[in-house]
């Protein structure tokens, strides 16, 4: 797969200058350092862990900026929703694969080497199983396969249409499976999965409490003894009330006492948790799935950043809706959303330091941990997930190594990227993916007959 040389590389135990990475099946088999590039290497200015995506619903990607239009009364997460389940309705499986294409091409072109599609559009519209039941989650794979992004795929069992098995709505449909039903599906994309490179990966995802039951969640969690457990926990005040008259405990509380929660699971959107919930969900060594963006876009809410990370937490970052694609500002976000709810500054760093890097490298390790990658840092023996930014661009010449990281999330946008690898497979060269004009023509000719009359 050949050899990188970077000018500067932030390695597991720091920076080294004049990094020579080599690359083979995927992974970094050598690391040198304080030595020059030699003839054939690719020459790249500053080499960083690139991070994982924890959280994408990728058909979503098709509809943003659809919904930002000012309804008579309060527009909400939960009218939004009935206008996605509306979009979601026409969609075919070729504009499925098309539309996860080019959001993943938009994903790699941020920063990102991988994502965890957190898959739950199984059915035809009205919710008839396709023929080939995971053939969706075969549309997943072509696209992560045309696009070289690294896949955690995330099959979710979505059972019940509110809390206390509340029956489907009809915008449901398309997901819907009971336990059973869902397990054949994750056979047959565990099966056809086979033929993505080794570094994908399968787990499973129960959409939420309120879309399942106490019972089936046992079940599922109980006959997967291996792999991600992904959930949506607590993204709406609404929900964790709903939750809490049904269950009698708020939903972290909930799962934390009910379900053996470690570092297999991802909380995505644990948004709403007391200070409690939030020192016990740090101790439990999952990794806490935000999505400051999306949670942004849906009013949802600010995630309980000071305690989690003086609780020494683990989480990572998703694009989630993918209404907008970029790992600075999800970033940056993140950071900000704290600063204007606290009238503070430098908040997600425990102790003292950099917020730059730690919101960086936290990510990079809490993706990877969620995506059950071996990487998050660049060592031996870790997949070859790599970033290269160019530190003489305008947002970032100023500043030196150690503050390099600030810059990024504060004052750089996605364009600083030049290469991205993902487990080895060079996919962004010169800023550009590889493939995005072939993707791009092949998604507008999707969006066209979508939204055609
Ligand atoms: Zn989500």
């Known amino acids: 797969m050949g050899v990188i040389y970077a000018k500067q590389a932030l390695l597991a135990e720091g920076w080294a200058a004049n990094v020579r990475l080599d690359l083979r099946d995927g992974r970094i088999v050598s690391i040198d350092h304080g030595t020059g590039p030699e003839a054939n290497d690719t020459r790249v200015d500053t080499l960083l862990p690139a991070p994982g995506n924890l959280h994408s619903h990728a058909f979503q990607r098709a509809m943003a900026g659809m919904t930002e239009v000012r309804q008579a009364g309060r527009d909400s997460f939960w009218s939004w929703r009935e206008l996605m389940y ?90 819907g499976t009971g336990v059973d039903e869902f397990e054949r599906l994750f056979d047959a ?47 709406q005040p609404r929900e964790v009330r709903e939750v809490e008259d049904w269950l009698g405990a708020r939903p972290v509380e909930w799962l934390l006492g009910n379900l053996p929660v470690d570092d ?16 016990d969900m740090a101790a439990s060594g999952a990794v806490a799935g935000l999505c400051p963006i999306t949670e942004a876009n849906l009013g949802d809410g600010a995630f309980n950043g000071p305690d989690y990370a003086e609780a020494g937490g683990s989480f990572g970052i998703g694009s989630d809706s993918n209404v907008n694609i970029s790992l ?65 661009s305008a947002a970032l010449c100023a500043l030196s190594r150690d503050s390099l990281l600030d810059g990024l999330v504060f ?12 487990a080895g497979r060079h996919m962004v060269r010169g800023g550009h993916h590889i493939a995005r004009d072939a993707v791009f023509a092949a998604y507008r000719t999707a969006i066209k007959r979508l939204l055609a009359p």
């Open 86 to 175: 509306r979009f979601m309705d026409r969609l075919t499986p070729e504009q499925i694969e098309a539309i996860a294409a080019q959001v993943y091409v938009e994903m790699l072109e941020a920063g990102y080497a991988s994502v965890g599609e957190f898959h739950y559009v199984h059915h035809q519209p009205g919710g008839v199983p396709h023929d080939n039941i995971a053939e969706l989650s075969e549309r997943i794979f072509a696209a992560a396969a045309r696009t070289g992004i690294g896949l955690t795929h995330l099959p979710v069992l979505y059972s019940y249409g509110g809390a206390g098995q509340v029956e489907l709505s009809a915008g449901q449909r398309r997901f």
């Open 189 to 235: 994309a565990s099966a056809a999965l086979r033929h993505l490179p080794g570094d994908a990966r399968i787990g499973i995802a129960p959409h939420s409490l309120r879309a399942t039951s106490p019972a089936e969640l046992s079940r599922l969690v109980a006959r997967h003894g291996q792999g991600p457990i992904h959930i949506h926990i607590a993204e």
């Open 264 to 279: 297999r699971w991802c909380l995505i959107h644990a948004t709403h948790m007391t200070v409690t919930e939030t020192r």
């Open 328 to 392: 600075t500002e999800e970033l940056r976000l993140l950071e900000y959303s704290q600063r204007l709810r606290d009238g503070s500054r430098n908040v997600l760093v425990p102790g003292a330091g950099s917020v730059g890097r730690f919101l960086y490298m936290s990510a990079a390790r809490g993706g990877a941990q969620a995506l059950a990658r071996e990487a998050g840092s660049i060592a031996t023996g870790k997949l070859a997930d790599l970033v290269a930014i160019d530190s003489q």
């Open 411 to 422: 004052a750089a946008t996605d364009r600083v990227v030049t290469d991205v690898w993902s």
